[in-house]
């Protein structure tokens, strides 16, 4: 039984461990996608100004951008892209167009968005949409399960929680163990934490889960081409209804007549972005259709409501929050860490001994070392692009299947290199 168990736990280890490397990896950066794209951007925030603009002069502002080829969708506020001292106005069009004003009223160039867009839709969707979430729902099955097998093999916990051998001349694959079941079992649940909650919301759209645990259904109302309600009293208005409300973007619906209002509701637990105040948008005053308050849902509705914090990072005040993102963050590497060392440990003993499903020799090592360079290629080339030419981000897919590329070449002509060093060397 215990090696069966052992092996489910490798196989089920190598058959995630890339993908879920790489959703480690770029999961701990997209924890800073905000102050990445800024400082990616170089821009300075709002400051140098004596007074801030208001919402109603930076929409008036940014909707004069408009060509009237395509409705305006939404105008993110400061609260949401950086903080009322860096945060920026962004105003999106249905074909995709953006525009950004800073806090001064000065427009941004640029698109601030691309790097966080990148990293999220990497992580998320593996830039394969519906069908990427899903096979990052069954990445997070895979891990999850990996885990518990992993638990049920190493029963002896309580002495390896201390253990980690160093320093033994010939000893490098006991100290590659000692390192992976370290890490498996300090991390334990942090790791138990993302698996059951990415799982989760990537297979979510598969299982019938009840009504919808966020969102406002209202009737129609007449159509708009630009809403008619100004911003200031809609804002005031929903703060009211919601005290305390953080709001942080409008979503605008033209052709239902719609206006959505969303925001935080700090020192809650599922409080991000999933309070909706949805309005009139034809209505020169502020005419409430509908609240949603995700603190008055019903027990199942509400944990599912909840599990997207948990798994960001993002349940907490700002001050707070900050230290909570980074310790996701380094928690994010420590598991990419944990997987690292464990295909590394499976290729060095394929490469002493060999498998029914795999050759003894040196591929599986050479193989780990391309895709690991790979991976590193899919964020440095587009880093690249964008840095030269103003657009790798934005490419999305097609750069980073081209960095992947190069760097499993570079990584594989390099492991091949080294190994035939290492070849002379023993002669």
């Known amino acids: ?38 400082w990616a951007a170089g821009s300075p925030g709002a400051t140098g100004c004596a007074v801030a603009i208001t919402a109603d002069q930076a929409f008036e502002a940014l909707q004069a951008q408009s060509d009237g080829r395509a409705p305006i969708r939404r105008l993110s506020l400061p609260a949401l892209t950086g903080g009322p001292e ?57 891990m999850l399960a990996s885990l518990i097998s992993g638990l049920l093999v190493h029963r002896k916990l309580l002495s390896q929680w201390f253990t980690l051998r160093l320093g033994r001349p010939g000893q490098r694959r006991l100290a590659l163990s000692d390192g992976h079941k370290l890490l498996g079992l300090w991390l334990l649940p942090f790791h138990l934490l993302t698996a059951v909650t990415g799982a989760w919301l990537g297979l979510a759209t598969l299982i019938e889960t009840g009504p919808p645990a966020k969102g406002v259904q209202a009737p129609r109302e007449a159509r708009y081409e630009r809403p008619a309600v100004p911003l200031a009293p809609l804002l005031a208005h929903a703060g009211q209804v919601l005290p305390g409300l953080e709001p942080v973007y409008i979503d605008f619906f033209p052709e239902r007549g719609h206006l959505s209002l969303r925001g935080n509701l700090p020192g809650h637990l599922v409080q991000r972005y ?101 991976m590193a290629g899919a964020c440095v080339l587009p880093w690249l692009v964008w840095a030269l030419a103003g657009q790798g981000f934005a490419l999305g897919v097609g750069a980073a299947l081209a960095g992947f590329g190069v760097g499993a070449v570079l990584g594989l002509s390099a492991g091949s290199a080294r190994g035939k060093v290492r070849s002379t060397i023993g002669r």
């Open 274 to 374: 999933s309070a909706e105040l949805l309005f009139d948008g034809g209505s020169a005053q502020p005419r409430l259709l509908g609240v949603h308050d995700p603190r008055r849902l019903a027990a199942p509705a509400w944990w599912r409501q909840a599990l997207m914090p948990l798994h960001m990072g993002d349940w907490l005040g700002e001050r707070a929050g900050a230290l909570l993102r980074w310790a996701y963050a380094l928690l994010g590497l420590g598991t990419a860490a944990l997987v690292w060392l464990g295909l590394r440990l499976w290729a060095d003993r394929r490469t002493r001994v060999a498998g029914r499903l795999w050759p003894r020799g040196p591929g599986p090592r050479r193989l780990l070392a391309a895709a690991t360079a790979g």
């Open 86 to 142: 860096r945060g920026y106005y962004e105003l999106r069009w249905a074909d995709g167009r953006r525009a950004m004003l800073d806090g001064c009223g000065r427009p941004l160039a640029g698109n601030r968005a691309q790097v966080g867009d990148f990293l999220v839709n990497l992580h998320t969707r593996l830039f394969m949409g519906k069908q990427g979430r899903w096979i990052v729902g069954g990445i997070g099955v895979l």
């Open 1 to 38: 039984m215990k090696s069966l168990l052992h092996r489910c736990h490798v196989w089920l280890g190598v058959a995630a461990g890339l993908v879920l490397l790489l959703l480690c990896l770029s999961g701990s950066l997209a924890m800073f996608r905000l102050e990445i794209g800024q």
